[in-house]
């Protein structure tokens, strides 16, 4: 075992978060086929016992391949709206995927306020609670078309390090268009070094800014390397580790159970 195959069959409770990137196909709609593998893969962790809840972005990408003459619409209203129609999609898609394994899936959409109020998360977190404990995975998105702020900068990263806190998760797992953090810009360096563990994580920061591997949000995502730091900093803080990986490998999950696939583990 290594440490991120020993984090996973230690935990019981686990975050898994998906980025646009990650969810969007090469034609920039969702991935039906990887979310239907990835449900396999969280299916058999379920079965061991293991409770899952999912932080899935792509409620965008879902709008545009519903409503592709909005592409080019910059409005603010327009992107609200895309993503009021995308969410729909996102979550037929994920239905579709834990359907034929006898799992039923809850939507839960979030904003920034309903952290701030003890009333509201006191609910989230019964919530939370009662689904998993009846077998029901919760897929917990932000509620963009209210949430301007997130639209504008997204952070999903962050949501998904929050909803790891709320729910007093064991593990967070960020899957991601990239392999984890690596010692230099990858893009620019042939020689980077993908860095397997990470226990200083304001060291890690730094490194991040000397060394211009900040990463980018690509086509469709909203956040780059820097929010991954920050969530494995703000989870860190509550003795949460976290793992960061490429979720568009094949059968990333079982990859990162067994110990052969890649990643970087963020601990204490």
Not at 121 to 146: A, H, K
Request: glycine share 10%; net charge negative.
């Amino acid at each position: 075992m290594n440490t991120i195959s020993e984090l996973i069959a230690k935990a019981r409770k686990i975050v898994i978060k998906f980025g646009s990137n990650t969810l969007a196909g090469s034609n920039g709609r969702i991935n039906d086929t990887l979310l239907a593998e990835f449900a396999e893969q969280a299916f058999s962790l379920i079965k061991q016992g293991k409770q899952i809840v999912i932080v899935s972005s792509g409620a965008q990408v879902a709008g545009l391949s519903a409503m592709g003459k909005w592409e080019r619409k910059r409005d603010i209203h327009y992107r609200q709206a895309l993503c009021a129609v995308g969410q729909v999609k996102l979550m037929d898609a994920w239905e579709r995927a834990f359907t034929p394994l006898g799992i039923h899936i809850a939507q839960i959409l979030l904003t920034r306020d309903d952290f701030a109020d003890n009333t509201r998360t006191l609910n989230m977190r019964n919530t939370l609670f009662t689904l998993v404990d009846e077998g029901i995975v919760p897929i917990i998105n932000e509620n963009d078309t209210v949430s301007v702020e997130e639209i504008k900068i997204g952070d999903n990263d962050t949501l998904a390090a929050q909803s790891a806190i709320l729910w007093s998760a064991d593990l967070l797992i960020l899957f991601s268009d990239i392999d984890g953090l690596y010692d230099k810009n990858p893009k620019e360096n042939n020689d980077a070094k993908l860095v397997s563990e990470v226990r200083d994580i304001s060291a890690a920061k730094n490194s991040v800014k000397t060394s211009g591997n900040d990463g980018g949000a690509g086509e469709f995502g909203t956040g780059g390397i820097v929010t991954k730091l920050d969530a494995a900093q703000r989870i860190m803080g509550y003795g949460i580790p976290m793992i960061l990986a490429h979720g568009t490998r094949t059968r990333a999950l079982d990859a990162l159970v067994s110990g052969t696939g890649q990643g970087t583990a963020f601990i204490i």
